[in-house]
């Protein structure tokens, strides 16, 4: 914080000190007790030199207004609603038909002929292919004059 000796703090430097303070609490480094005296001392100050001490003994934080940082989460690139829908429809028909196939060849005491494949297979690659490609079908919407 840019402080000049002898200038009249104003109310928005004050707030961006207890904004500082409210982080330093929220960190743990204040208690809720010491966090109350440092706020009462802010805003009972009348110049920019007072605000000073109020921080001397804390970390030095990023800018309040700052965007805080993102995850890194956040930042690997998030699928799109289409292909988790697709996925989780992809991903259930398989499960039913893997279910049927194991229930007949259950029925039959044998394992049958694995025609899920055909199903799963071609539907998989699909997928797939539009996942890595980011292909989308889209249909052609004319636009009336």
């Not at 982080?23 to 743990?28: E, K, P, Q, S, T």
């Not at 001490?53 to 699928?79: M, T």
């Not at 494949?117 to 539009?130: C, K, M, S």
């Given at each position: 914080?840019?402080?000049?000796?002898?200038?009249?703090?104003?109310?928005?430097?004050?707030?961006?000190?207890?904004?500082?303070?409210?982080?330093?609490?929220?960190?743990?480094?204040?208690d809720?007790?010491?966090?109350?005296?440092?706020?009462?001392?802010?805003?009972?100050?009348?110049?920019?030199?007072?605000?000073?001490?109020?921080?001397?003994?804390?970390?030095?934080?990023?800018?309040?207004?700052?965007?805080?940082?993102?995850?890194?989460?956040?930042?690997?690139?998030?699928?799109?609603?289409?292909?988790?829908?697709?996925?989780?429809?992809?991903?259930?028909?398989?499960?039913?038909?893997?279910?049927i196939?194991?229930?007949?060849?259950?029925?039959?005491?044998?394992?049958?002929?694995?025609?899920?494949?055909?199903?799963?297979?071609?539907?998989?690659?699909?997928?797939?292919?539009?996942?890595?490609?980011?292909?989308?079908?889209?249909?052609?919407?004319?636009r009336?004059?």
């Amino acid at each position: 914080m840019d402080i000049a000796p002898g200038t009249r703090a104003s109310d928005a430097e004050r707030n961006v000190v207890v904004q500082l303070l409210g982080r330093h609490l929220a960190d743990g480094r204040l208690d809720l007790g010491e966090y109350d005296e440092r706020v009462a001392r802010v805003y009972a100050t009348r110049s920019r030199e007072e605000l000073e001490p109020v921080l001397a003994d804390l970390p030095q934080l990023a800018d309040p207004g700052a965007a805080p940082a993102k995850s890194r989460a956040s930042r690997l690139r998030r699928q799109p609603l289409w292909l988790q829908i697709e996925f989780a429809t992809w991903a259930g028909v398989g499960l039913l038909v893997l279910v049927i196939w194991a229930a007949i060849s259950l029925g039959v005491g044998e394992f049958t002929y694995f025609w899920p494949v055909w199903v799963i297979g071609p539907w998989g690659a699909v997928l797939a292919f539009r996942a890595l490609t980011g292909f989308e079908g889209r249909a052609c919407v004319s636009r009336a004059a």
